[in-house]
């Protein structure tokens, strides 16, 4: 809980008032915490949602979802189930985590332009020098013995490289999960000196947009969706479950911030 702390912390402007030290009024994790637990207590849905978007609380995104289930009890939609799968998703969004036809998008960016990937493309290609090296050593070889010396340096050296293509794909899939910020403009959507990011337009997020979520139903095998059902039902109600998702968090987010304000006055 003490990271959850800091993150939040961080996040609701407390630092504002723990840094202001000289003298003046700080708030401890004492009173924090119990902040957040009243918090907690009078908007749990608002205060988990929080918890899910800023701290990856897995407890917070269980009771988020069985909440989600009971707002489909008053809709009068004919596809339920498609509608949940919906909501799934629209949580993801409002956790910022990327759909899947944009985690192949994301992990080649983050194989192509992290710092880690650069580095390993520098070590990549220093071997490549290498063995080309080699390669033209072989041609003016004259016995055999040292003829398989330099192959089997080659071969090592081809090992070196796909251990580290390895490395960086399993660092790229690693990566996407964790964050839909564009690895190439590090969510700044600029690029410095050519103005706009073009991996993402500018956003510095990958946030699907309402196509890329319906292409998401399909990913997920829930098959073609017809445009009718699409407009009609299953387009509002992803959009209505989003809006609830914001709507609740910020209220709680608000609350935090005026109760902490209290505190700070008491
Ligand atoms: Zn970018």
New binding site residues.
């Given amino acids: 809980m003490s990271r959850a702390i800091e993150l939040f912390a961080r996040m609701h402007e407390v630092r504002s008032v723990t840094a202001d030290e000289r003298g003046h009024q700080t708030l401890t994790g004492d009173v924090i915490l119990a902040v957040f637990g009243k918090v907690q207590h009078k908007m749990p849905l608002g205060m988990d949602l929080l918890m899910a978007k800023y701290v990856h609380d897995v407890p917070a995104v269980n009771r988020i979802i069985d909440v989600m289930a009971t707002w489909l009890n008053d809709e009068p939609s004919k596809r339920k189930d498609l509608a949940m799968a919906l909501s799934y998703v629209a949580l993801d969004v409002f956790c910022d985590k990327p759909v899947a036809s944009q985690k192949r998008q994301l992990a080649a960016l983050w194989r192509k332009y992290s710092d880690q990937a650069k580095r390993s493309n520098r070590l990549i290609k220093g071997w490549q020098v290498k063995i080309k090296q080699l390669q033209r050593n072989l041609d003016s070889c004259e016995t055999q013995t040292a003829e398989e010396r330099l192959l089997s340096a080659i071969n090592e050296f081809e090992a070196l490289i796909i251990k580290e293509r390895r490395r960086i794909d399993e660092y790229a899939q690693c990566q996407f999960l964790k964050s839909s910020t564009?690895?190439?403009?590090?969510?700044?959507?600029l690029?410095l000196n050519t103005g706009e990011?073009?991996?993402?337009s500018?956003?510095?997020l990958f946030v699907p947009s309402v196509d890329n979520i319906r292409q998401h139903l399909r990913h997920i095998g829930l098959g073609r969706v017809s445009d009718k059902l699409w407009e009609n039902e299953l387009k509002p109600w992803f959009e209505k479950c989003l809006t609830k998702l914001y709507v609740y968090s910020q209220d709680a987010a608000t609350e935090i911030a005026h109760t902490l304000e209290l505190e700070i006055r008491h």
């Fill in positions: 564009c690895p190439r403009c590090s969510g700044t959507g690029i990011c073009p991996s993402c500018g956003h510095g």
